[in-house]
């Protein structure tokens, strides 16, 4: 069964720092994945995705996440983090049914 | 394109009552759309999936006699909780996967229920 594993619930970074969020996931094949941001209240919206190619997918607002089948991961990351980043992130795998990570909660400190 | 949109968007309801929520892909047809639940501070849980035309699929631990769903329309999915009680409490969130090389999934904004 495919699942998703987003080890650090809460990060903190400082604002203008880098940022690394981490995904694992287990997939019977070739996954599609995805990684999500959430604002308080709000729905997702879709950052990045990856179907195939290019193991380095780049994404919205100054993201990019880089599959790796010998790792089994998909990481996020972001070269300098700004103040409107602080949400909570959500990694997916799947396509015909999707699985979400339990999220990673991102605080930025000014 | 790819649009969802799901209406209310926030409800509120006193116990014992059924409340429904749609979910529409505006720009596109949709054969399959899914049904999500997420409670505070938690990810996103796959609840159903809803074929057009047909029964959906539930998925363990989901009660099909309180979470009723219907895909009457290739661009229209309800979902009803029926007799709802405080913990039905959640955020509701559809997707519509859109038929193409990748039958990618569009989310809807979500819908705020809560249950007095």
């Known amino acids: 069964a495919q699942s998703v594993t987003q080890p650090d619930i809460h990060i903190t970074v400082s604002e203008g720092a880098s940022l690394e969020l981490r995904c694992n996931y287990s997939y019977g094949a070739t996954p599609y994945l995805f990684w999500y941001v959430q604002s308080p209240g709000q729905g997702l919206q879709l950052l990045l995705k990856y179907f195939s190619g290019d193991t380095l997918v780049q994404g919205i607002k100054g993201f990019e996440a880089e599959f790796k089948r010998s790792q089994s991961s998909f990481n996020l990351r972001k070269p300098s983090v700004h103040w409107s980043d602080a949400a909570e992130y959500f990694c997916a795998v799947g396509n015909n049914d999707m699985r979400f990570g339990a999220g990673t909660r991102l605080t930025v400190k000014p | 394109g790819a649009v969802v949109s799901q209406h209310p968007s926030r409800v509120i309801c006193k116990s014992g009552t059924s409340v429904k929520i749609e979910c529409r892909s505006l720009d596109f047809q949709a054969t399959t759309m899914f049904w999500y639940r997420q409670f505070p501070k938690k990810s996103l849980m796959l609840m159903a999936t809803s074929n057009e035309g047909s029964k959906a699929t539930y998925e363990q631990g989901v009660e099909k006699d309180k979470f009723l769903i219907n895909h009457a329309s290739l661009t229209l999915s309800t979902l009803t909780v029926t007799s709802a009680h405080p913990e039905d409490s959640s955020f509701y969130i559809c997707?519509?996967?859109?038929?193409?090389?990748?039958?990618?999934?569009?989310f809807g904004p979500g819908t705020r229920l809560t249950v007095l």
């Open positions: 997707s519509a996967r859109r038929a193409g090389v990748h039958n990618e999934q569009f």
